[in-house]
């Protein structure tokens, strides 16, 4: 005689299974909708629903369903019908939609404040930047103003316009989980709980027209990450979700300090915490000068901007700076602090770069031309200078100035362009016979060498992307730098380092952290549009 089956315990059984089964359709629909807006970012002409069905092996009515999710959802656009000759109907390009769905980039820098906001096809739409010093200030009025400066982008988008996230750029280590800057040592800054200092980050109101379907937090989240490497992404990035010419790279960036990045197969290697790629703090001689960050004889001790405004012989009478030692020459400790010139001062929009341009040797433009609105909006008025960070005026055009001794006397902590500019200097110096200004640079290219070196060595990686000031000095000593780094490297015989420098916007660490937030919708088409 047969059991009695529980009515209840079957009727629970079929809804488990009921379930799992609509769980693994939830999960392969989510998997086939991320697959299909990857392939279509990344496609190198705009496919058509017939090209992305081959390049996915899907059928061409799963894929036709899937396209339809992304349009009606607000990420893909549809071209108009392609031409053809003789019989078939015409195909329909897909392509990124402009201006429908956006995310915002933030960075904080020892020089500047800026603020960039991107689409998903990789235009600029919004942007702010303020020159200052912002070295050793405290962290709240400082994030305070760049909370200030997104408030007045976003207040100008369209309310047309969802926002997706807010990326914040960070020149140091971060704790992206919890939102904490760890260790910001050329910002002078420790264990800072930096979101809530930005204040509340809100999209404008969705008009009843808009993609309001599009499932957008509120108030937007931001998500930390070190400058560098979210920098090092738009070398990686043509533009959201389509790859760059180069895939696997070493990045070192060079500002106030050096920062770095590695990456591979088009992703940036994080680490077990996230924080690989420091670069700058590779220590290349124990018993040179003391850093910021604790260590002695760092990289960016040699090779950042700021050891090159020492030995431009820039420094006011007063300043203590941090001192260029080791390598050859008599350590000289100091500590960094800043001294500027009182008066912040926004940079016109018509003077900003609006996306990244680089050099023939790589194209490593996420970005395109700002809109015609964004280049006419008039600029918000810069914030007043944050008590005890006296700045200055500057420009975000990476365009040298016309008299490096006197910009660089006028800037207590010279920002990008100085940086660039005072760089420039030292190698015309050098090949004109400047002793010091050849004994600066020789220890520049020494320790470069030796860290580059180590970076070859330790994780096979050939090609090394210079941006920054690290740009303007490969481009005037190139030839001497490849030489030194190949008789370092084991397999140089093999595979020759290359050396690419780039030249990018001021802020693009604050460029990358908006790509970044791109990425994760494209990554997941399905958080966002259901």
Same mark, same amino acid.
């Given at each position: 005689?047969?059991?009695?089956?529980?009515?209840?315990?079957?009727?629970?059984?079929?809804?488990?299974?009921?379930?799992?089964?609509?769980?693994?359709?939830?999960?392969?629909?989510?998997?086939?909708?991320?697959?299909?807006?990857?392939?279509?970012?990344?496609?190198?002409?705009?496919?058509?629903?017939?090209?992305?069905?081959?390049?996915?092996?899907?059928?061409? &009515?799963?894929?036709?369903?899937?396209?339809?999710?992304?349009?009606?959802?607000?990420?893909?656009?549809?071209?108009?019908?392609?031409?053809?000759?003789?019989?078939?109907?015409?195909?329909?390009?897909?392509?990124?939609?402009?201006?429908?769905?956006?995310?915002?980039?933030?960075?904080?820098?020892?020089?500047?404040?800026?603020?960039?906001?991107?689409?998903?096809?990789? +235009?600029?739409?919004?942007?702010?930047?303020?020159?200052?010093?912002?070295?050793?200030?405290?962290?709240?009025?400082?994030?305070?103003?760049?909370?200030?400066?997104?408030?007045?982008?976003?207040?100008?988008?369209?309310?047309?316009?969802?926002?997706?996230?807010?990326?914040?750029?960070?020149?140091?280590?971060?704790?992206?989980?919890?939102?904490?800057?760890?260790?910001?040592?050329?910002?002078?800054? &420790?264990?800072?709980?930096?979101?809530?200092?930005?204040?509340?980050?809100?999209?404008?109101?969705?008009?009843?027209?808009?993609?309001?379907?599009?499932?957008?937090?509120?108030?937007?989240?931001?998500?930390?990450?070190?400058?560098?490497?979210?920098?090092?992404?738009?070398?990686?990035?043509?533009?959201?979700?389509?790859?760059? $010419?180069?895939?696997?790279?070493?990045?070192?960036?060079?500002?106030?300090?050096?920062?770095?990045?590695?990456?591979?197969?088009?992703?940036?290697?994080?680490?077990?915490?996230?924080?690989?790629? +420091?670069?700058?703090?590779?220590?290349?001689?124990?018993?040179?000068?003391?850093?910021?960050?604790?260590?002695?004889?760092?990289?960016?001790?040699?090779?950042?901007?700021?050891?090159?405004?020492?030995?431009?012989?820039?420094?006011?009478?007063?300043?203590?700076?941090?001192?260029?030692?080791?390598?050859?020459?008599?350590?000289?400790?100091?500590?960094?602090?800043?001294?500027?010139?009182?008066?912040?001062? +926004?940079?016109?929009?018509?003077?900003?770069?609006?996306?990244?341009?680089?050099?023939?040797?790589?194209?490593?433009?996420?970005?395109?031309?700002?809109?015609?609105?964004?280049?006419?909006?008039?600029?918000? $008025?810069?914030?007043?200078?944050?008590?005890?960070?006296?700045?200055?005026?500057?420009? &975000?055009?990476?365009?040298?100035?016309?008299?490096?001794?006197?910009?660089?006397?006028?800037?207590?902590?010279?920002?990008?362009?100085?940086?660039?500019?005072?760089?420039? +200097?030292?190698?015309?110096?050098?090949?004109?016979?400047?002793?010091?200004?050849?004994?600066?640079?020789?220890?520049?290219?020494?320790?470069?060498?030796?860290?580059?070196?180590?970076?070859?060595?330790?994780?096979?990686?050939?090609?090394?992307?210079?941006?920054?000031?690290?740009?303007?000095?490969?481009?005037?000593?190139? $030839? $001497?730098?490849?030489?030194?780094?190949?008789?370092?490297?084991? &397999?140089?015989?093999?595979?020759?380092?290359?050396?690419?420098?780039?030249?990018?916007?001021?802020?693009?660490?604050?460029?990358?952290?908006?790509?970044?937030?791109?990425?994760?919708?494209?990554?997941?088409?399905?958080?966002?549009?259901?």
């Amino acid at each position: 005689m047969s059991a009695r089956r529980n009515p209840r315990s079957q009727a629970a059984r079929a809804d488990r299974r009921a379930a799992r089964a609509g769980a693994r359709q939830s999960t392969l629909r989510e998997t086939n909708l991320s697959l299909v807006a990857r392939t279509i970012y990344a496609a190198p002409a705009p496919p058509s629903r017939a090209g992305v069905a081959t390049a996915t092996g899907m059928t061409r &009515s799963t894929v036709s369903r899937l396209v339809d999710d992304l349009v009606g959802g607000g990420l893909v656009a549809e071209m108009a019908p392609a031409a053809v000759v003789g019989p078939g109907r015409p195909a329909t390009p897909l392509v990124p939609t402009r201006g429908a769905v956006c995310a915002v980039g933030l960075q904080v820098d020892p020089t500047f404040l800026s603020v960039r906001i991107v689409d998903l096809a990789g +235009e600029v739409i919004g942007s702010r930047h303020v020159t200052g010093d912002y070295l050793d200030a405290d962290p709240e009025p400082v994030l305070r103003a760049l909370g200030d400066l997104a408030r007045a982008a976003l207040a100008e988008l369209p309310s047309s316009t969802p926002v997706v996230g807010v990326g914040l750029a960070v020149p140091g280590i971060v704790d992206d989980e919890d939102g904490r800057v760890l260790r910001a040592p050329n910002l002078g800054w &420790s264990d800072v709980d930096a979101v809530p200092m930005l204040g509340e980050l809100a999209a404008p109101a969705l008009g009843s027209n808009s993609a309001a379907r599009i499932g957008l937090p509120t108030p937007l989240p931001v998500t930390l990450g070190n400058e560098a490497a979210l920098a090092a992404l738009t070398i990686a990035r043509e533009r959201p979700g389509h790859p760059g $010419e180069l895939t696997d790279f070493a990045y070192l960036a060079g500002g106030v300090g050096v920062g770095g990045a590695v990456v591979v197969d088009g992703r940036l290697v994080r680490g077990q915490h996230g924080w690989a790629g +420091e670069f700058g703090h590779v220590s290349v001689d124990p018993d040179g000068p003391a850093c910021r960050c604790g260590s002695f004889g760092c990289l960016e001790q040699y090779a950042g901007g700021a050891a090159f405004v020492r030995a431009a012989g820039l420094n006011g009478p007063d300043d203590a700076r941090d001192g260029a030692g080791g390598l050859d020459a008599p350590a000289a400790p100091r500590a960094l602090r800043g001294t500027g010139v009182p008066g912040a001062q +926004e940079v016109p929009s018509a003077e900003r770069t609006p996306g990244i341009e680089t050099t023939t040797a790589v194209k490593a433009t996420p970005t395109g031309e700002a809109t015609p609105a964004v280049e006419a909006s008039p600029p918000v $008025e810069a914030s007043p200078p944050v008590e005890g960070t006296p700045a200055h005026a500057g420009t &975000s055009t990476g365009e040298a100035t016309p008299a490096v001794e006197g910009a660089a006397a006028s800037l207590g902590h010279p920002g990008h362009t100085a940086h660039l500019s005072i760089t420039a +200097e030292l190698v015309h110096r050098a090949q004109e016979g400047d002793a010091a200004a050849g004994a600066a640079l020789d220890r520049a290219i020494r320790a470069l060498s030796v860290a580059l070196a180590d970076v070859v060595n330790v994780l096979d990686i050939s090609t090394i992307v210079l941006g920054g000031h690290l740009a303007a000095l490969a481009e005037g000593v190139g $030839e $001497e730098l490849s030489g030194r780094l190949a008789h370092r490297v084991i &397999s140089a015989r093999w595979a020759a380092p290359q050396i690419v420098p780039v030249t990018s916007d001021v802020a693009a660490g604050a460029l990358g952290a908006a790509l970044r937030e791109l990425d994760a919708v494209i990554d997941d088409p399905a958080a966002w549009i259901g």
